[in-house]
């Protein structure tokens, strides 16, 4: 056990080392380091009071500090995860999955914060909603990049933003764009993926397939049950295919533990689009239990272990940005 711990600080101590120099002064360096702990921690919540009492400090002035009024740069610092994560687990058949996560908020004041839909808390509520990136292989996984969402009604309201500190250079993106912006850095970058996987937010988005299908990306992406799919007999909508699909054209799959860790079981359909696209097919799950819909759009290739979309929520329970 003390030498797995001491090889833990000694991993992380070489991360730091990648960035350090993106730092002046010796006191960020620290502060960041005693702040990447802390996130790594199992403390039940992680705020600015927290992670300082985890560090040793009376308040969370030099937590807010290093965040807030410290002179680095968090896209540099990115882009050297980017090529840390490529040494330690990058993988030819690695994965790149898009997933949005919000942040409740009982203010005003947050950037980009309003009342919105939140997948993370399933209603509306006033919050922040970031855009994520993560890299998954056989190696391990882990978060990679970021997008805050702004949304339209901040970016018109210059008094508000000005307020917020949000450069005038910030205008609106749909969150397919911002998914779409981190997938082309990470590639860019050189990290190795053979696939990208993110839900119907961004499945549906023509923009978002027609570039990963420019760059022969492979990818599985969901589509809501009335996109409009070309099959080999005219147009149709993923429901009508379902409720038109006999019994035996179900196949009963495994998809493996979930976001609680619970086995699932799921029944697919699979159909093939229209002869003009025919590396391209159409995947419909549904539970075995009560028969939900779950399309999924993807290339042909194996992609049974490329759903691994529920690890961005399992990244941020673990500790928000635990990279």
């Given at each position: ?5 001491v090889g ?9 080392a990648?960035f350090?120099?993106?730092f ?9 380091l005693?702040y ?6 199992p403390?039940?919540?992680k705020n600015?009071?927290?992670?300082a009492e985890?560090?040793?400090?009376t ?5 807010q500090?290093l965040?807030?009024?410290s002179?680095w740069d ?8 980017f090529?840390?994560?490529a040494?330690?687990l990058?993988?030819d058949?690695?994965v790149l999955?898009v997933d949005e996560?919000g942040?409740l908020k009982?203010?005003?004041k947050?950037?980009g ?7 993370t808390?399933g209603?509306?509520e ?8 993560a ?5 391990g996984?882990t978060?990679?990049?970021r997008?805050?969402y ?8 210059p008094?508000?933003r000005e307020e917020?500190?949000?450069a005038?250079s910030v ?19 050189g990290l190795?993926?053979r696939w ?6 961004y499945?549906q ?5 027609t570039?990963?299908?420019q760059?022969?990306?492979a990818?599985?992406l969901a ?6 799919i ?5 147009n149709?909508r993923?429901d009508?295919?379902a409720?038109?699909a006999p019994?035996?054209?179900w ?7 979930g ?5 699932t079981l799921r029944?697919r359909?699979e159909?093939?689009f ?9 995947w419909l799950w549904?539970?075995?239990?009560n028969?939900?819909?779950?399309p999924r759009?993807r290339?042909v290739?194996?992609c049974s272990?490329v ?6 929520p399992g990244?941020?329970?673990g ?5």
């Open positions: 056990m003390i030498d797995e711990i833990w600080r000694a991993g992380l101590d070489d991360l730091l990648r350090a120099h993106r002046g002064r010796a006191e960020p360096r620290r502060q960041a005693s990447l702990v802390g996130l790594l921690s403390l039940a919540s600015g009071w927290t992670l985890a560090a040793g400090d308040t969370p002035d030099r937590m500090r965040l807030n009024r002179a968090p896209d540099a610092v990115r882009d050297d995860l090529a840390y994560v040494e330690h990058g993988h058949d690695g999955i996560t942040f009982k203010g005003i947050s950037a914060v309003q009342r919105q839909y939140s997948g808390a209603r509306t006033n919050c922040q909603l970031g855009v994520f990136l890299y998954a292989s056989p190696a996984r978060l990679i990049d997008e805050l702004l949304p339209r009604r901040w970016c018109d309201d008094a508000r917020a500190g949000i005038a205008g609106f993106a749909t969150k397919p764009a911002l998914g779409l912006r981190m997938v082309e850095r990470a590639i860019t970058a190795p993926a990208v996987t993110a839900d119907e937010a499945g988005d023509s923009k978002f397939r570039w990963l299908q760059q022969r990306i990818y599985v589509v809501p049950r009335n996109q409009r070309p099959t080999m007999v005219g149709s993923p009508v295919l409720a038109n019994t035996l054209a196949k009963r799959r495994s998809c493996g533990d976001a609680k860790r619970t086995a029944e359909l159909t093939r229209a002869r003009r696209r025919p590396h391209t097919m159409l549904r539970h075995a239990r028969a939900e819909l779950r759009r290339p290739r194996s272990s759903c691994w979309r529920w690890i961005i990244n941020h329970r500790g928000r940005c635990t990279v």
